[in-house]
């Protein structure tokens, strides 16, 4: 099967072909547009900017990638939308567009839920599915953590999940990108965090590991973040990069304990096979050490990290995530369905 992924949930335009089936997973083209030049200048996303340069370039990416996949849009076999969660104005412009070339081709039109995306990305590896036919696999703990978004999933099987805890506040992403800006890092922030964190010393500053010992799978990093804001403004004077870096470093230590123990505790609650982590934030080379660590302590407990080409928003998963979809439900279930699909802001995945 064809088909083409759309993914425009926040500030990044991407579009993907893949060739998939049970087996196979062969990305034929993929291409992100970032926004990142945008919205630097204001430390933030700003979301009546993005929705309007994902309607400059999606039409142009569009062809770009059908292009490179050498392919047109009449020989595919189904597209694949992030419907939500996300930005409302930024959602609607990829399923807008999803809708028109469906309903103008009669093609189906597939909804895909933006966190399902991130899990389904960790079963894929430079194209290849790996995991999804081996029965030893399952039940999967899946972390997924982003800039919205820091939950943790029991998975039965591809596609039936159950939420087992979320954040009662910031998401992790979110929390390293407003420590970034207390910290005058440039915009995107956490990466800038994870940099300096990599020369700082992680033991200087004890900060709290909010909830890291509460009976329940909730995560809470609010109160981490504004320790950090309250240290910074303990500290007299102007902050030298030592002193930054290890405020970096003892942050980032702080809040990846707290998401390693959990998930440990998730999984060996639920005897997980496998613990799958996900997000933009699985990008963190200390967040996948440490979970490469704590996993090698479960012998019989697998580790699936998100390959980092897909750690990010990326279309890949959106299509993966939808033949998922079409799986489980019969790809005629989704024929004429542009009609009934709307951007959804608030889509739980649970
Ligand atoms: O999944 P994603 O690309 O977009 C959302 O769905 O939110 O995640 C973006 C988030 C941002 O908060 C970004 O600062 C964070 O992931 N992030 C990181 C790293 N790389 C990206 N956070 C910590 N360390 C990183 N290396
Ligand atoms: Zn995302």
């Given at each position: 099967?064809?088909?083409?992924?759309?993914?425009?949930?926040?500030?990044?335009?991407?579009?993907?072909?893949?060739?998939?089936?049970?087996?196979?997973?062969?990305?034929?083209?993929?291409?992100?547009?970032?926004?990142?030049?945008?919205?630097?200048?204001?430390?933030?996303?700003?979301?009546?900017?993005?929705?309007?340069?994902?309607?400059?370039?999606?039409?142009?990416?569009?062809?770009?990638?059908?292009?490179?996949?050498?392919?047109?849009?009449?020989?595919?076999?189904?597209?694949?939308?992030?419907?939500?969660?996300?930005?409302?104005?930024?959602?609607?412009?990829?399923?807008?567009?999803?809708?028109?070339?469906?309903?103008?081709?009669s093609k189906p039109l597939i909804p895909v839920n933006h966190i399902s995306g991130h899990i389904i990305s960790?079963?894929?590896?430079?194209?290849?599915?790996?995991?999804?036919?081996?029965?030893?696999?399952?039940?999967?703990?899946?972390?997924?953590?982003?800039?919205?978004?820091?939950?943790?999933?029991?998975?039965?099987?591809l596609g039936q999940q159950k939420l087992l805890g979320r954040t009662l506040d910031d998401a992790t992403g979110?929390?390293?990108?407003?420590?970034?800006?207390?910290?005058?890092?440039?915009?995107?922030?956490?990466?800038?965090?994870?940099?300096?964190?990599?020369?700082?010393?992680?033991?200087?500053?004890?900060?709290?590991?909010?909830?890291?010992?509460?009976?329940?799978?909730?995560?809470?990093?609010?109160?981490?973040?504004?320790?950090?804001?309250?240290?910074?403004?303990?500290?007299?004077?102007?902050?030298?990069?030592?002193?930054?870096?290890?405020?970096?470093?003892?942050?980032?230590?702080?809040?990846?304990?707290?998401?390693?123990?959990?998930?440990?505790?998730?999984?060996?609650?639920?005897?997980?096979?496998?613990?799958?982590?996900?997000?933009?934030?699985?990008?963190?080379?200390?967040?996948?050490?440490?979970?490469?660590?704590?996993?090698?302590?479960?012998?019989?407990?697998?580790?699936?990290?998100?390959?980092?080409?897909?750690?990010?928003?990326?279309?890949?998963?959106?299509?993966?995530?939808?033949?998922?979809?079409?799986?489980?439900?019969?790809?005629?279930?989704?024929?004429?369905?542009?009609?009934?699909?709307?951007?959804?802001?608030?889509?739980?995945?649970?």
């Amino acid at each position: 099967m064809i088909i083409l992924g759309i993914e425009t949930s926040c500030d990044e335009t991407a579009l993907a072909v893949l060739r998939i089936n049970n087996r196979r997973c062969q990305v034929l083209s993929s291409n992100i547009s970032s926004q990142t030049a945008i919205h630097k200048k204001w430390g933030g996303v700003v979301p009546e900017l993005a929705a309007r340069r994902h309607t400059q370039v999606i039409i142009p990416l569009l062809k770009k990638t059908l292009a490179e996949a050498k392919t047109r849009l009449e020989k595919i076999d189904a597209l694949a939308v992030t419907v939500g969660p996300g930005l409302i104005t930024s959602l609607q412009v990829g399923v807008e567009t999803a809708k028109t070339v469906a309903w103008s081709l009669s093609k189906p039109l597939i909804p895909v839920n933006h966190i399902s995306g991130h899990i389904i990305s960790s079963f894929l590896t430079s194209g290849q599915w790996r995991g999804t036919r081996n029965k030893s696999t399952f039940p999967v703990v899946a972390l997924v953590v982003s800039g919205g978004h820091t939950e943790l999933y029991l998975i039965k099987n591809l596609g039936q999940q159950k939420l087992l805890g979320r954040t009662l506040d910031d998401a992790t992403g979110e929390a390293f990108d407003k420590v970034a800006k207390m910290l005058k890092l440039p915009y995107p922030g956490g990466p800038q965090v994870a940099k300096l964190a990599a020369c700082g010393n992680p033991t200087k500053f004890n900060f709290p590991r909010p909830m890291i010992n509460s009976n329940n799978l909730n995560f809470s990093f609010a109160g981490l973040k504004t320790a950090v804001l309250y240290t910074l403004k303990k500290l007299p004077g102007t902050k030298n990069e030592e002193l930054v870096a290890n405020i970096c470093a003892s942050f980032q230590q702080a809040a990846i304990d707290v998401l390693v123990k959990k998930t440990i505790k998730a999984a060996t609650t639920n005897k997980a096979k496998t613990i799958l982590l996900g997000g933009g934030v699985s990008a963190n080379k200390l967040l996948r050490s440490e979970f490469k660590k704590a996993s090698a302590n479960l012998p019989r407990v697998k580790l699936l990290i998100s390959p980092l080409e897909f750690t990010g928003d990326n279309a890949v998963m959106i299509a993966a995530a939808g033949y998922i979809e079409a799986k489980k439900s019969g790809l005629k279930v989704f024929k004429n369905s542009w009609s009934k699909i709307n951007a959804d802001a608030n889509w739980e995945l649970w």
